[in-house]
């Protein structure tokens, strides 16, 4: 059997927020290689963090981030308990959901899927059946594109199906599933609201994105 050191265990931990035991059976299951065990690691804690989802969250925090007096954001992300709410991990986490909500182009409109009103998905097929590189096409085609489409679309407005703005490998909720994970908590953002100043009146286009971005790096 592979010999696992202290040293071995530490970098595991430090490379995954793991317990020891976990860290040291999945580093024996692994046969001491750092990177498999935290692939490994980071493949059982989904898994885990799919069953916590069930769990009522109701504690949590309001979050919010103003940029340059131009853009504001607020988003309430819920956990279970007060004592994780208190968390500088997950008080990390609700600074970045909203630094990604005010940064991210196109900026989301909904949580997720289940928040988008049938309305708001059938205008969106109209147009895109009526848009001229469809007109000609057999219907079944058409209906294939046009499905596709949407779907793109309705993607990019879920802020759950968004790439991290900080690091565009992972979405929205692989993020939070990997926090769930590491914390042991159920965690959900069940709101936010995004205001940009002046939007809705006719005035010069500033590139308000751009700016924060700047600021993140």
Known sequence: MTTITAAQVKELRD???????????????TNGDINKAAELLRQKGIASAEKKM?????????GSYIHNGKIGVMVEVN????FVAKNEE?????????MHIAGTMPAPEFVSR????????EE???????????????ENIV???VTGRVDKLMAEKCLME???????????EELIKEKIAKIGEKITVRRFTRYVLGEGIEKRNDNFVEEVMNQMK
Do not use: H, N, W, Y
């Not at 490379?15 to 299951?29: N, P, Q, S, V, Y």
């Not at 289940?114 to 998905?121: G, L």
């Not at 969106?124 to 057999?138: T, V, Y």
């Open 54 to 62: 069930g769990r009522i969250a109701s504690e949590g925090l309001v």
């Open 79 to 82: 956990c279970e308990t007060d």
């Open 162 to 172: 968004q790439p991290f703005v900080k690091d565009p490998s992972i979405k929205i």
């Open 90 to 98: 997950f008080q990390q986490l609700v600074k970045d959901i909203c």
């Open 143 to 145: 209906e294939k594109i």
């Open 124 to 138: 969106e097929r109209r147009i895109e059946s009526g848009k001229e590189d469809l007109q000609g096409k057999p």
């Open 114 to 121: 289940d928040e988008i009103p049938a309305s708001v998905v």
């Open 15 to 29: 490379k995954t927020g793991a317990g020891i035991m976990d860290a040291k059976k999945t580093l024996i299951e």
